[in-house]
């Protein structure tokens, strides 16, 4: 298919990326900066390739297999609905493949954590792996040697990933003859305003987050705050009670974080992570995704009307407790449980820092950059154990 008999004309290809439409080396990486189109430019280079090139069995890659759906698979599912292709097209939700149906060209999903599934893969002829920093070298081995089998077209292994920490492999023992291509939000011409003046803002807040988030530099975060919580597969299935956070976004996204409650350990599982949210929207996801309105949600402190518009909708919100430091410290000293597809939590606790001042003087206040999941999780534990210890202290009277 020509590129004019669609809405896929290379002008929605941002500048930067143009050049590396057609680029057939093997290993293709873009890192770089937030917000420097990344993902999207590797999903529209998926999308081309599906159109206009035969008999493909594309691969999507992430370490957890259940975190591609929301990232992956719906980006490029937007681009084909964006583009008006989706007659072109079928999707089938259950095992995340796209299936063009013109030509029979397929992209297919696979996690690292599904071994068997990976294992058991073939005739793959190209990959796309997001966020590839979660991978270790071993994993990307494994991947590397199912792109082995002879096709009619130039295999490759794009690589999405962020700089943030200079002893990575991605940066001490990536392939040699990989392309690499370094963007910052500036290469990226569809970026909204608010975006680039939270990135400029960094500047302000912490200069190795702005060097690595808004520069594209690959760097080390030295005052980082959590240890990473432990990761379990399973969760038990009965709870003494369960509680939410909530964390207000609209360019930012909004975090709703489900905790449930267990012997004083505390269990999460991310619920709603996503920008561009109005209240209304909220409400509407809340009402499918909160089974039980009793449950007491502690809310951002800093949006009351917000808070009183969830009441009305007859939500048991409470604010949160807003003192930040007492908060994180009170969380440090709990057993805390995260599961491998919560992917925002999982990301944020890697780089979440205290800032530090121009001399290096770690100051007490964190960065205010990908800490939304964390905010929310810190607003529904602390304040609901604080609130608790208040209300024995006030019966024993
Ligand atoms: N060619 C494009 N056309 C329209 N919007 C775009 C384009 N490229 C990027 N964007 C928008 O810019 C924003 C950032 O893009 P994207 O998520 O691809 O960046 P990224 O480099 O992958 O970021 P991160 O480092 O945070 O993963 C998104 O909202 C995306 O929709
Ligand atoms: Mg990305």
Redesign the pocket.
């Known amino acids: 298919m020509s590129e004019e008999e669609n809405k896929f004309t290379i002008d ?3 500048n930067c990326y143009r050049k590396f439409l057609h680029d057939k080396s093997r290993y293709l990486l873009l890192y ?10 590797a999903a ?1 280079k998926f999308l081309r390739r599906m159109l206009d090139e035969q008999n493909h069995r594309l691969l999507l890659i992430r370490k957890v297999a259940r975190t591609i759906r929301n990232s992956q698979f719906s980006l490029i599912k937007s681009l084909i609905y964006d583009y008006e292709l989706e007659n072109k097209f079928r999707f089938r939700e259950s095992d995340l493949t796209i299936t063009n149906s013109e030509n029979n060209n397929v992209i297919i999903s696979v996690g690292v954590d599904d071994r068997e599934k990976l294992k058991s893969i073939h005739g793959i002829t190209s990959i796309w792996i997001e966020e590839a920093t979660e991978l270790d070298r071993k994993d990307f081995t494994q991947i590397d040697l199912r792109l082995r089998n002879r096709t009619g077209n130039y295999k490759q292994i794009i690589m ?1 990933y ?1 700089p943030v920490d200079a002893n990575h492999w991605l940066n001490t023992s990536h392939p040699k003859e990989a392309v690499i291509v370094k ?1 910052t939000y500036k290469d ?1 011409q ?2 909204d305003d608010s975006y680039i003046e939270v990135l400029n803002n960094l500047k302000d807040e912490d200069r190795e987050y702005y060097d690595i988030y808004a520069l594209g530099n690959w760097g080390v975060l030295r005052n980082i705050i959590y240890r990473p919580f432990e990761i379990l597969t399973s969760h038990t299935t009965h709870y003494d009670e369960i509680i939410y956070g909530l964390d207000f976004g609209y360019n930012n996204p909004t975090a709703l974080i489900k905790v449930k409650i267990k012997d004083a350990c505390f269990y999460l599982e991310e619920i709603i992570y996503e920008s561009r949210l109005t209240n209304t929207d909220l409400i509407e996801r809340m009402n499918k995704l909160v089974k039980n309105k009793s449950d007491a949600i502690y809310c951002d402190p800093a949006e009351p009307d917000r808070i009183r518009e969830l009441e009305e909708a007859g939500y048991n919100v409470h604010s949160a407790n807003k003192s930040v430091r007492d908060g994180i410290d009170f969380l440090k000293s709990r057993k805390i449980f995260s599961r491998p597809e919560n992917a925002n939590i999982n990301k944020e606790v890697l780089s979440y820092s205290y800032k530090a001042d121009r001399n290096g003087n770690i100051l007490d206040e964190p960065v205010k950059f990908n800490d939304h999941a964390l905010d929310a999780v810190r607003y529904a534990i602390y304040t609901h154990c604080r609130n608790r210890k208040a209300d024995l202290r006030i019966r024993r009277i």
């Open positions: 929605k290809i941002n770089g900066g937030a917000g420097s189109g990344k993902s999207h430019f529209q999405t962020n963007t990226n569809h970026l």
